[in-house]
């Protein structure tokens, strides 16, 4: 069968968590200068440019950075945020990224998600909170090819890629 | 190898050209593709399938589809072995094992058929009024109860296939796939839905595969095949045949099981089992069909008596036909297809209809080719036992409540009957949809819709296929519609005549005497009901119709009244006098037909059945050999056992080296949360019960967490990493329950403080380095600040590089002993603990796990929420005066001011120790004062944490006692499972180092 979809682990992704007051024109002002992006105000959409920042709730975002970068994302973001009330965390500990690419991943992630993945109801730039199977994931459509990436908590990643591998077994997935 | 007697010479959608062996009850048989093991068993004349639940009489075939209640048996070898499966709806495949799951030792003989002579003694509520008394006796009863009441054989190995889940969406979902399902199905696709059409056949067109009808001038199967194709090329539509939809729930919540292997021979099966479809859809269309009611007439239940459409089905779709000498027994038209069928198939068949009047269009037809018909008779009897043989026909003018007197006898070895059609209300019933009755059509319809359904076709009360196809174009254009789709361009076909309607009622059929003094009279075969037992019923005072199924146990069973609830209720209705609307019917509840309990559980078994938490040094662990314990969902070491060391040797090896040199323990299971913001002081004070505010930046403290009731909730140690900025740890099972605690505060309650929390526990993983040596050990790493006592004191946190690495250093202590704690970034923590385990070898730095880390601290009394705690249990309780603020309000401080919090004689934190010095007590064991008191003997305490204390040389535990802390050296006893009382001393709770001096060292 030919591959329709892959899996990738990202083991040195790097996450910065960044909490502060969307309502708030000077922060929302001052974290995309630094950051040479907005934040994506929009609830459950990603902000993909040379991060990738994550909606998580009116008032969190996940930036996702290249490895190596988040000591320096917390620093800078810090540094342009003095004085405001906000949180800024490195969390690259914290998560495994998962690279997930080719048609059959929708069937995948339709397997543990109750979420509606067809192309009508989740577009690039759409992220989900939700579970899959029994673990709660982050998940954002990156491009209309489809990619994917699946963020998890380190603890449970384990478990998702025995799950992914389990479930793609039958789908064509091929894991890196 | 027995020949195919009863299969016709051509005809039926079977491939003859391939046939198939299989066997059943040991006997070898042959069929062909396209089969089903009833119609193969019929084909070969397989008069006698199995014996009936309670009576023991022997039992046919009598439905073609999920209604059939007889023909149910165990599919299958070994583990992969299906129990109570339905012949008319398993397909034949190579190499197919079936066995009959009732009859012992076979369904030809079977010895429990001695009921059926007692069958007299075996009425309605048998089992209640002779199995109460003596109430003792009930276990003994109860073994042969169920030995005898048999039903299929569950494997006793685990299961060897897989199965699946998956979720979808979609904007109409097509329940059945007959003529209205696939109309119903094309126009949505055609206005550009997404469509999911599920059928519980191997192919769809439901009736029409053994359709005597034409669909423009053509055989019905063609346009099946047209549609099927069509709807198969549009992308947004997913067919799934072999597919029931099973569970209609809230919100258009719908569950489908597809059954993907079980058609194929063990060789050819690959990937799951059964898939679990769990389908979000917008809008649904009803199109299950309708099911033939049988006639309830003396003996209706002997072999040889079938659904009149089933019949036609074995003829026209499978060419078998399961006689040559037929009675066609009907109160309505459709029947008069069956006896066409019979009669082209070459049997010769009579035709009795119940209504004086008979049939119009379809008795032409019937007489055109020959068929005698004998208006206003019914078939009151019939003779034979392993088969039918004789029908006897009596005339009836009509009234229900008279008897009748048999004139006619007719030779016969098939009687097939039609009792009238009922509609598939079952998932318009799950949905939360009533029924209405049609006095036209004598039977329930789908009411008005709970949830966003249409109902159509025959299950909706429609029987000419013109009406069933355009029922289903209108109910699938208007859920397209109602989907925000333009409606697509699609025409009805046209339909030739179909013979049904015209039925009239014929709930039970008139003997030659009352049914209490006449041969049995079945309603629900599979519960061996007859309408005496539902007479028998009412006359003791059963009237709802809820109590009639439960004393007669009509519905009850694998086909849960598919084929009898109808007819019961009407007879029902007619002991009450009162019309049928009026005694309504039972639920209909989940699953329409049985679903395996490997389809509900889907991937989620073995290692995938929970997920495991792993820590980020896991591998290190098990590399060492450690048995993981489980907590919450985290896999922890419980000990590190070297060579044949036991739990208790390596524990007490664990401990002393924690107490005499240094121990290492992997602690990132704890819950880490980062506090920060103007308000955060403020928020702190009022969740925490000690002074927050007090703690100076770099300052520990340990805190807990009370709830509402104040009661114990969490604890752990926090620490003030900056000015508005707190580090807090809570407990591994409580981490995301705090959090969430912690949020819904400033979220719900308290808005206006600017405090931002972020979960932490995944990102830091936490080493433990306790022992007099642990400070030697860091300073043999390399850190980058002094870790000497006055400069890093006990109760302090510090930012530091440890062998280069950034890191917290923590100095607390959960061991007693002196410890330091590292917090280091995961992706940090293996490389970090393989250092400490280095840096620390000269020291014989030793790992420990959970069960060392619970003995270490309740040898220094400190308590672990959830084991010396239940919800239950106040910090005063646990001798914690000490940490409640008298200087400010607190969740959960004024709570602990009610009467009840403030007794005396609550159950208080107290350590036991056993007076011999040597029984380790079991935890949760109940401690008495007298144990020689009277039964009840009053208890006043229990067990909570309990070990061996190898450094002590004796076993220590904790407990919680009634004013335990007033009874220092008090004995007490407590109680073994065997009845011993271990008499046990009431002390202090802190067993080593009292005064704390180690840890500050």
């Known amino acids: 069968m030919p591959e329709r979809g892959s899996a990738r682990v990202v083991t040195d992704a790097g996450f910065v968590n960044l909490r502060g007051n969307a309502e708030d024109a000077e922060f929302m002002h001052r974290a995309a200068r630094v950051l040479d992006q907005p934040l994506p105000a929009e609830p459950n959409t990603i902000s993909i440019a040379g991060h990738r920042v994550y909606w998580l709730g009116p008032d969190e975002w996940l930036i996702r950075c290249a490895a190596g970068q988040a000591a320096g994302v917390v620093a800078a973001l810090e540094d342009a945020l003095a004085g405001l009330h906000v949180a800024v965390n490195d969390v690259s500990g914290g998560n495994v990224a998962i690279d997930l690419a080719g048609a059959a991943v929708r069937d995948l992630l339709a397997r543990g998600s109750t979420l509606d993945f067809h192309p009508r109801a989740f577009r690039p730039g759409d992220c989900a909170q939700t579970g899959l199977a029994k673990a709660g994931v982050l998940v954002g459509q990156l491009t209309d090819a489809p990619t994917f990436e699946l963020v998890v908590r380190r603890s449970f990643a384990d478990y998702v890629l025995r799950w992914l591998r389990h479930s793609g077994s039958g789908l064509g997935i091929e894991f890196a | ?1001």
């Open chain 2, 1 to 1001: 190898m027995a020949d195919q007697r009863f299969r016709l010479p051509e005809g039926g959608r079977i491939d003859r050209s391939k046939p198939i062996r299989f066997r059943f009850n040991g006997r070898a048989f042959e069929g062909y593709a396209g089969d089903t093991l009833a119609s193969a068993l019929l084909a070969n004349g397989v008069g006698v399938v199995g014996r009936s639940f309670k009576l023991r009489r022997p039992r046919g075939i009598v439905g073609a589809g999920a209604e059939e209640p007889n023909a149910i048996f165990d599919i299958g070898r070994g583990s992969a072995a299906r129990p109570n499966q339905r012949a008319t709806q398993a397909e034949l495949y190579e190499g197919l094992v079936a066995r009959s799951t009732k009859g012992w030792p076979s369904p030809g003989f079977d010895v429990g058929a001695i009921n059926d002579r007692l069958s007299r003694l075996l009425g309605a509520g048998f089992y209640y009024k002779t199995f109460m008394r003596p109430k003792s006796f009930w276990r003994l009863y109860e073994r042969f109860i169920r030995a005898s009441a048999g039903f299929g054989r569950v494997p006793a190995g685990p299961d060897p296939d897989r199965y699946e889940h998956v979720n979808a969406h979609c904007d109409v979902l097509v329940a059945g796939g007959g003529p209205a399902g696939l109309m119903a199905a094309l126009a949505a696709a055609r206005a550009g839905a997404r469509v999911v059409l599920a059928d519980d056949q191997s192919e769809f067109g439901g009736r029409l595969l053994a359709a005597a009808e034409t669909i423009d001038h053509r055989p019905a199967a063609d346009w099946v095949t047209a549609t099927v194709e069509e709807l198969a090329g549009h992308a947004d539509v997913r067919l799934l045949p072999r597919s029931t939809v099973f569970g209609y729930f809230d919100h258009n919540f719908l569950g489908i099981a597809e059954r993907c292997n079980d058609h194929l021979p063990a060789s050819a099966r690959s990937g799951p089992r059964e898939r679990l479809w769990r389908i979000r859809a917008r809008e649904v269309v009803l199109a299950q069909g309708a099911f033939e009611r049988p006639l309830v007439f003396c003996n209706n239940d002997r072999p040889g008596v079938m659904l009149a459409s089933a019949v036609s089905t074995y003829v026209r779709r499978y060419g078998v036909c399961p006689g040559s000498r037929a009675v066609v027994f009907t109160n309505n038209d459709s029947a008069y297809q069956t006896a066409i069928d019979l009669r082209k198939a070459g049997a010769t068949v009579v035709l009795v209809d119940s209504r004086a009047g008979g049939a119009r269009l379809a008795a032409d037809a019937a007489s055109e080719v020959g068929i005698p018909i004998l208006q206003g008779h019914v078939v009151s009897d019939v003779d034979g036992t392993d088969h039918v043989t004789v029908a006897h026909i009596a005339q009836w003018d009509g009234d229900p409540g008279k008897t009748v007197t048999s004139t006619i006898s007719i030779d016969c070895d098939l009687v097939a009957v039609s009792g009238g059609w009922s509609p598939a209300v079952h998932l318009h019933s799950q949905s939360g949809g009533r029924n209405a009755w049609d006095e036209r059509e004598h039977c329930f319809v789908p009411g008005e819709p709970a949830q966003a359904s249409i109902a159509a076709g025959s299950g909706n009360g429609k029987w000419s296929l013109a009406e069933c196809l355009e029922d289903g174009l209108t109910a699938g254009r208007e859920a397209a519609q109602r989907a925000g789709f333009d409606a697509g361009h699609v025409t009805v076909p046209a339909a030739g005549d179909t013979f049904c309607g015209g039925t009239e009622p014929l709930w039970r059929v008139p003997a030659a005497q009352e049914p209490e003094r006449c041969p049995k009279q079945f309603v629900d075969f599979q519960n061996d009901t007859s309408v005496a037992d539902i007479r028998l019923a009412v006359r003791e005072g059963y009237l709802n119709v809820e109590h009639v199924k439960r004393y007669t146990a009509l519905g009850f069973g694998t086909d849960q009244g598919k084929l009898g609830n109808i007819n019961g209720m009407a007879i029902l209705a007619e002991c009450r006098d009162e019309p049928i609307p009026a005694v309504g019917t039972t639920t209909f509840r989940p699953a329409y037909t049985p679903v395996s309990f490997g389809v509900g559980a889907g991937a989620n078994v073995g290692e995938l059945f929970d997920p495991v938490r792993k820590t980020a040094i896991h591998e290190a662990h098990e590399a060492a050999g450690a048995p993981m314990e489980v907590v919450g969902q985290w896999h922890r070491p419980w000990y590190f056992p070297r060579s044949a060391e036991d739990l208790h040797a390596a524990v007490a090896r664990e401990c002393r080296a924690v107490r005499n040199s240094v121990g290492v323990m992997d602690a990132s299971t704890l819950g880490k949360i980062d506090a920060r913001g103007p308000d955060v002081v403020e928020f702190l004070e009022r969740i925490y019960t000690h002074d927050v505010g007090k703690m100076a930046v770099g300052r520990c403290a340990y805190g807990i967490l009370l709830g509402e009731d104040g009661m114990l909730m969490d604890d752990g140690v926090m620490a003030r990493v900056g000015e508005q900025r707190f580090y807090l740890t809570t407990t591994t099972g409580g981490a995301a329950a705090v959090l969430a605690w912690l949020e819904k505060w400033l979220q719900t309650e308290w808005p206006g403080l600017e405090v931002y929390l972020t979960s932490l526990t995944d990102h830091y993983s936490t080493i433990a380095v306790a022992g007099p040596d642990s400070r030697k050990v860091l300073e043999n790493i390399g850190c980058s600040i002094d870790l000497g006592r006055d400069a890093f004191p006990f109760m302090t946190v510090r930012e530091a590089e440890l062998g280069g690495v950034a890191v917290q250093l923590f100095r607390v202590s959960f061991s007693g002993e002196l410890a330091f704690e590292i917090n280091v970034a995961s992706q940090h923590a293996r490389a970090m603990w393989d250092t400490v385990m280095k840096a620390g070898s000269e020291f014989g730095i030793t790992p420990y796990g959970t069960e060392t880390m619970h003995v270490l601290r309740a040898e220094k009394g400190f308590v672990i929420v959830g084991q010396e705690t239940d919800g239950s249990v106040t910090p005063v309780d646990l001798g914690m005066n000490w940490l409640l603020s008298k200087n400010k309000d607190f969740l959960g401080k004024r709570s602990l001011a009610r009467a009840d919090c403030r007794r005396e004689d609550r159950k208080q934190l107290v350590g036991l120790l056993s007076v011999d010095g040597q029984t380790v007590l079991p935890e949760g064991a109940q401690l008495v004062s007298d144990p020689g008191a009277g039964i009840p003997v009053p208890m006043c305490g229990h067990v909570t944490s309990s070990y061996m204390s190898a450094c002590l040389g004796h076993p220590i535990a904790l407990a919680l006692v009634e004013g335990g802390r007033g009874r220092r050296d008090e004995t007490l006893h407590c109680m073994l499972r065997d009845g011993t009382a271990v008499p046990v001393r009431v002390a202090a709770p802190v067993f080593y180092d009292p005064k704390g001096e180690r840890q500050n060292a």
